[in-house]
């Protein structure tokens, strides 16, 4: 019967690539690489989970690549995020509970992308002590945590991102926080950062456009 | 009779018409070729001038004429467009891409490549190129409808489907593992399942547009290679551009798909859908008719139940028994065209046919049966799984222009001459055992249970029939001038001869054994098969191409008459024909013991082989007693002659005996009914007689048997003097015989003993137990006794028992009869 749409031709030669070949030759080439950035979950410690607009709006099959600032805290949030993309970099955090490398450095397409949560760099968040380490690292962006604000600039014609906290967890200045986390759409030259707040039970989204020089 | 297929194309030669550029050749994916094939540097006519001229002279005979395309059409149809450099242009004016006026050629072309490129301008989307929607709506992560990033995505899912299916279209070509080629394939079926979002894209889309692109990519290929020496007309320049491969292709396949998207449908027929609601299922529907009526399934049930059942009705049966359902196997057909059932160069010409008859592809429904109508030998001696494997692993066809007549014929038998019938004939252990993979497939699950025993029960034939084979082979050898076959007698030695040697290449070559092995059996059931199958060319093929008069439609309309004429024609001599049988009995005995433990169909399907092969066998004994008949007809007439010619003394009695070997050639004959009870009163007869016979001979006992050694010399002497008159041919000798025996009672007497020569040895080596206790005097009655007891042991023939017993009773049954 017709049933299955496939059985049909199931007779057919087997495709002469495999799956695993597909999925990084071919649908790498149409997808645009995005690339979440987010962190300072704080689960199960400080928040329960994340807001649920989020959850809806991170759906599986659309993010290349997670780039994670660390206090994840619990494997269960480690195991949530792998269920979002299959290529996960996580940096150790002031709270975690498991074992990550403090600080760790990765190339997509023409960027190098540093990631270090941030409790290291004094005083915290601080643009002169990240350009330091950025030029230690030797990065065209890098990405802290730490501080729980959401905050993306450009100083001395580099990028700096933090994507804030994605659950909204107070952290040791601050109460109030806005959930936030950072989307990354790196073309050939340019990277375009799309940042998804929660402000009052509403998403807000903005658009950063970096160029490379 | 229709000839020219036989003699242009008959499947031994070599096809050599192809002349010019045959563009196939140089995209067989040969590794070390495949490159250089691309630029099309590699056809081999050096003089380019002259290529051109015969290229723009090839383009004016196919389209400059007032009446061209019912020229072309007829080309498409007669496969003559299998080596054309305008096979596209051809396509474009069958599928009505192409206007029939040819003044509108450029203005339709450019039309079409421009709204080609506007569809591809809409549907192949780069959501950063949006701009100025709004960020919440028009962001990465949205799930708003109007997104075009959504839509992005939702495409990325559509593309991976197309892509996974178009980098395993036709894998054995080079020219298709192109990265552009299989980004060209995408794009049109993304376009188009685009513009058709009722139907999308639906699996087997890409082998129907595949070979659409690579004629185009063939023609544009011929044409810059001749377009190198000349300037081609204006025309030739708009239609075989090739930067517009794609729009083209895009073009020529939305037409096609206007036929064919139905068949890709799944949706259900709205009527259909009424009727099931307000009927409640038939009480008797196969599971086939049941469920959603899709129309494919109504199309490829339509042809079987009704194109099918119309034009062999046998065939139909026996699908409809094992439940095959056309789906299984029609689906595919139906839908791709035919795509997988025939190699590329094949389904070309194929689907030159299909075009160039009508654009509503009528004709496939016509090629479907006569496909299924070239394997039904193969197809109706098979059980289940091997008819799933033929069915699902369309074997090689040698001439596929013939399968198109043959569907030409089929649907208009009046206005289509009768092709030549080729059968596929092959061995099908093969196509058991893909059938056998795919019931695996399909019934892992379900009800595996009986499938081992159907294996083992028919290896098990099969070893019963590679029993027979050899018997069968030697059998045929010693031909029959007279068995009555309905054969031209001068097909008999060649056909003896052709299949010598071919038993001994079955020794010598091992991979052959098994092929050489069907075959025999083929050339058992099967004797009308043209030699048709390419795969082993062996000495068989000599066979006159086509015996007059005996297409296998004529002769072998049901399996029952192909093995009667099988078994005429292997009349073979009696001793043989006896071994056949016993090992075809013991195939019998074990196969049935098998058969108990079979699933019923099974048991059913072997059985009926059994009860044609059996047939067989019984035609061969008929056919043997016929013979026989004839034979002692004209040997007794020759003795009657003779014997009334002498004016004998006991004539009266020669003749009656004459009339009771009368009397058992009728029987032979079957003119003359043969009583079962007869039979057995006369055997309980002769028991009683052979005991009378010991007695005989116990009270014989004492003479001396000194006399006998002289007494048979003697015999032997005169037996000599009278077998002169005689004819002396062997039958005739075996006719006295009996003769001699019933004179002998009365020679006892007349003391004219006349032994017959040949019962000579049967006598002494009878006599000399008894040789001592012989007595002297009474020399005949021993000899007598030893004479009827060593015939009547002999021959359990009626005749000379009862003639031994009582000349009375023997007479009154006789005399009524032929004197």
Redesign the interface.
Known sequence: MEGSAVAWLSWAPPPRHSAAFMRLGLLHRLAPPLVLVLGDLHIPHRCSALPAKFKELLVPGKIEHILCTGNLCTKESYDYLRTLAGDIHVVRGDSESLNYPEEKVLTVGQFRIGLIHGHQVIPWGDAASLALLQRQLDVDILISGHTHRFEAFEYEKKFYINPGSATGAYSALERNITPSFVLMDIQASTVVTYVYQLIEDDVKVERIEFKKY | MYHSVSETSHPLQTEEQEIGIDPLQSFLNKPGEGGSSENGSTHQTSDSDGTFISYSKEWEELFVNNNYLATIRLKGINGQLRSSRFRSVCWKLFLEVLPQDRSQWIKTTSDLRTSYSKIKEIHITN??KAGQQD??IN???S?DEGSLWNKF?QD??L??MI??DV??TF?EMQYF?QENVRKILTDVLFCYARENEQLLY???MHELLAPIVFILHCDHQAFSHASEAAQPSEEMKVLLNPEYLEHDAYAVFTRLMKTAEHWFS?FEHDSQKEKDVMVTPMPFAR??DL??S?A??AKVNQIQDHLLKKHDIELYMHLNRLEIAP?IYG??WV?LLFG?EFPLQDLLVVWDALFADSITLNLVDYIFVAMLLYIRDALISSNYQTCLGLL?HYPPIGDVHSLILRALFLRDPKRNPRPVTHQFQQNLDYYKARGAD?MN?TRASAKAAPLNINKVSNSLLNFGRKLIAPAMVSGGAVANPASGSSFPPSSMPIRSTAEAPQHQQHHQQQHHHQSQQQRMMKSESMPVQLGKGEAAPGPAQQLPPALPGQSSKNISSSPSIESLSGGREFTGSPPLSASKKDSFFSTISRSRSQSKTMSRKESEEELEAQISFLQGQLNDLEAMCKYCAKMMNTHLGNIQEVILQEHLEKEDEILVSLAGLKQIKDILKGSLRFNQSQLEAEENEQITIADDHYCSNNQNKGAGDVLKGPVMAKQQFTSGHQTTTDSSTSESKSADDYIMVCKEEEGSKSAVPEPAQSLQAHKESAAKPEAASRSSLIFSDPLMGSISASSSNLSSSPDDDSSNNSKDSDFAIVSPLDI
């Open positions: 959501p950063r960020l919440i962001n990465p992560l799930q995505f990325k899912e593309r991976a892509e996974q980098t395993r894998p593992q639906k699996q087997g799944t599971p086939q469920g959603p899709i494919i399934v789906q689906l595919r839908r997988r699902m795919l497939k």
